[in-house]
T-cell receptor, first 115, second 110 residues
Framework: GDSVTQMEGPVTLSEEAFLTINCTYT??????LFWYVQYPGEGLQLLLK?????DKGSNKGFEATYRKETTSFHLEKGSVQVSDSAVYFC??????????????FGQGTILTVHP | NAGVTQTPKFQVLKTGQSMTLQCAQD?????MYWYRQDPGMGLRLIYY???????DKGEVPNGYNVSRLNKREFSLRLESAAPSQTSVYFC?????????FGSGTRLTVV
């Protein structure tokens, strides 16, 4: 079945440091890939997505490129801020041609950014 | 505001008690989902409903039942709560690539 593996955390960085959170996936079809962010006490919010190979998703300074050859979708940001402290989830959707599609999530990576 | 509404936000149950978690969406989405979130395990799918009138098991359905009451509402029932069901529960809905999550229900079973 489908699966998503994220780098183990937690990750602790100083403000303005470079961030990478690794994500690799296994899927039988051609999935869409997502990064979600969860701030303390809140639900999940979509951060960015990519729907086909070589697509780059970007939002709020975060980027991730859909790499089919390495089955990866690593999240990067050039300069993190304290406000980026949150839990980050990589996820995939293998719709298989249907209009609905279950999301399969990685285990989540806790990011803490210190001033 | 359009979105997914979950009730209650917090709940403490004793082992063996039952309860129903409510979820409603007002975006006219066909598909709805129940996930549980546990530390270090991400979100795992409990049940989903691809459309009104249909429900299917997800990854971790044991101990739960669901009802898709109408297009808007999708409830999750715990018939006999167990400490292993202590978790944060999220409801979600989607149309195509657009998913919306509720703010969660934090359930503790003692």
């Amino acid at each position: 079945g489908d699966s998503v593996t994220q780098m183990e955390g937690p990750v602790t960085l100083s403000e303005e440091a470079f961030l990478t959170i690794n994500c690799t996936y296994t899927a039988t079809g051609y999935p869409s890939l997502f990064w979600y962010v969860q701030y303390p006490g809140e639900g999940l919010q979509l951060l960015l997505k990519a729907t086909k190979a070589d697509d780059k998703g970007s939002n709020k300074g975060f980027e991730a490129t859909y790499r089919k050859e390495t089955t990866s979708f690593h999240l990067e940001k050039g300069s993190v801020q304290v406000s980026d402290s949150a839990v980050y989830f990589c996820a995939l959707r293998d719709a298989g041609g249907t209009s609905y599609g279950k999301l399969t999530f990685g285990q989540g990576t806790i990011l803490t950014v210190h001033p | 505001n359009a979105g997914v509404t979950q009730t209650p936000k917090f709940q403490v149950l004793k082992t063996g008690q039952s309860m129903t978690l409510q979820c409603a969406q007002d975006m006219n989405h066909n598909s709805m989902y129940w996930y549980r979130q546990d530390p270090g395990m991400g979100l795992r799918l409990i049940y989903y409903s691809a459309s009104e009138g249909t429900t299917d098991k997800g990854e971790v359905p044991n101990g739960y039942n669901v009802s898709r009451l109408n297009k808007r509402e999708f409830s999750l029932r715990l018939e006999s709560a167990a400490p292993s069901q202590t978790s944060v529960y999220f409801c979600a809905s989607n149309q195509g690539e657009s998913y919306t999550f509720g703010s969660g229900t934090r359930l503790t079973v003692v």
